[in-house]
């Protein structure tokens, strides 16, 4: 860090969560500097972030994205460097010059990179939840043995660390159990036996947050949730029945922690990624985040439910997976997020119905069986086998 300027890798810059850490960062010039952007296939918007920010590099997922933007850069008269290729990933995170990372690549692909940037110890903001449920605890002593800082970028994750004592961020006796808030996403309240008929256009239409359209779909079938179950139970340390799930339809109250006395800290705020990202760069001071503040004058009502509530279980049939995979054998939360994210992206494609997600996800985890996980080569194989079956499935049920 030169004097109190941090230099900072985004990864994934042109999505929701890059583009909001940019966004708190030019609020406050005299503190963060752009180190790195990266990004897969936007070449146009992370060129317009290359030409206001200036980072010393910037990377593409492949070649020919990569040389596109080194073309336009160059064109254009900017120092940046350009490079390509997951080597390229991992080779910024873990740069020597590099202070902050910003994980926020979507899916298992942000795995590598987030493990360079725990090895290189460097603080590191998680916005990316499959690196903590693909890593699990081959990640978490990563982020041990190379002296990482590791800030919680989703709300959730984010309450959760705000409302904890300071002294003792895991869990401890004193902790009766974490509560995780769900919106229920856009069909809370719609039939259960319609949802066959869903479009990728309604799944994505979130009514309270704006987000990336892999996720939208997680929110919308609630994996997204039964994801943050895991990675609590790892960043944590929490036993899985210490955690529950609630949905809260107004996401105002982010995550909530019980304590044994019954006494409940909660974290609110409104529906905005940049306060939690303000949070996690400027950790343990705050700065200005740019999100509006808490109107309580308009808030007439803050609603709770269950999932015994009428229609939930049948709604949101893969919240329960979350409990179960962390009950089962190692490496089987790999083999979820493997299935779904597979599942999700067919779904997009319009190659299975919404209401197929599931049953793909169930079916992968039955069949493909995790072997004894030792590091990163291990679980990126264990990805890829779920990944083909997950394929096969989709391809049985498109026929």
């Not at 997951?86 to 902050?100: F, N, R």
């Not at 990179?113 to 903001?125: E, I, W």
């Not at 660390?161 to 902790?175: C, G, K, M």
């Amino acid at each position: 860090m030169t004097g109190n300027l941090q230099r900072v890798v985004v990864l994934g810059s042109t999505g929701s969560i890059g583009v909001n850490t940019l966004d708190v960062m030019e609020k406050h010039p005299d503190r963060y500097q752009a180190f790195a952007l990266t990004a897969s296939t936007r070449v146009e918007s992370i060129f317009a972030q290359c030409v206001k920010h200036r980072p010393v590099y910037a990377v593409m997922a492949n070649e020919e994205h990569g040389r596109r933007l080194r073309d336009q850069c160059a064109a254009a008269g900017l120092p940046t460097q350009v490079l390509w290729g997951p080597e390229a990933l991992v080779m910024v995170a873990g740069h020597e010059e590099a202070d902050t990372v910003m994980a926020a690549i979507v899916g298992a692909a942000g795995l590598a990179p987030c493990l360079a940037a725990a090895n290189s110890g460097k603080r590191l903001l998680l916005a990316n939840k499959e690196a903590l449920v693909v890593g699990g605890q081959i990640f978490m002593n990563a982020v041990a043995k190379g002296g990482a800082t590791l800030l919680p970028i989703d709300s959730e994750h984010s309450a959760i660390f705000q409302s904890l004592p300071e002294d003792a961020r895991t869990w401890d006796e004193s902790v009766d159990k974490i509560i995780l808030t769900a919106s229920g996403g856009p069909f809370r309240t719609r039939a259960p036996k319609t949802l066959k008929d869903v479009t990728p256009q309604q799944a994505c239409a979130h009514p309270n947050w704006v987000m990336g359209r892999k996720i939208s779909v997680d929110s919308a079938t609630m994996m997204n949730k039964a994801l943050e179950v895991i990675e609590a139970r790892f960043l944590f340390g929490f036993p899985p029945e210490k955690i529950e799930v609630l949905i809260h339809p107004q996401s105002v109250i982010h995550s909530m922690v019980q304590f044994v006395d019954h006494s409940v800290v909660a974290q609110l705020g409104t529906p905005d990624m940049r306060g939690p990202i303000a949070y996690g760069l400027s950790w343990p001071q705050r700065v200005h985040s740019g999100a509006a503040a808490l109107d309580f004058s308009t808030m007439t009502s803050l609603t709770f439910e269950t999932f015994e509530a009428a229609g939930h279980k049948e709604r949101y049939p893969g919240i329960s997976l979350a409990w179960d995979v962390l009950r089962a054998v190692e490496g089987s939360p790999v083999v979820l997020n493997a299935a779904n994210e597979v599942a999700v992206e067919a779904f997009l494609n319009g190659r299975v119905r919404y209401d197929q997600i599931h049953s793909i996800n169930l079916e992968t985890l039955a069949r493909v069986l995790p072997g004894k996980l030792l590091g990163l080569e291990d679980l990126l194989s264990l990805d890829s086998q779920a990944r083909q079956f997950a394929e096969s499935e989709v391809t049985r049920l498109s026929l």
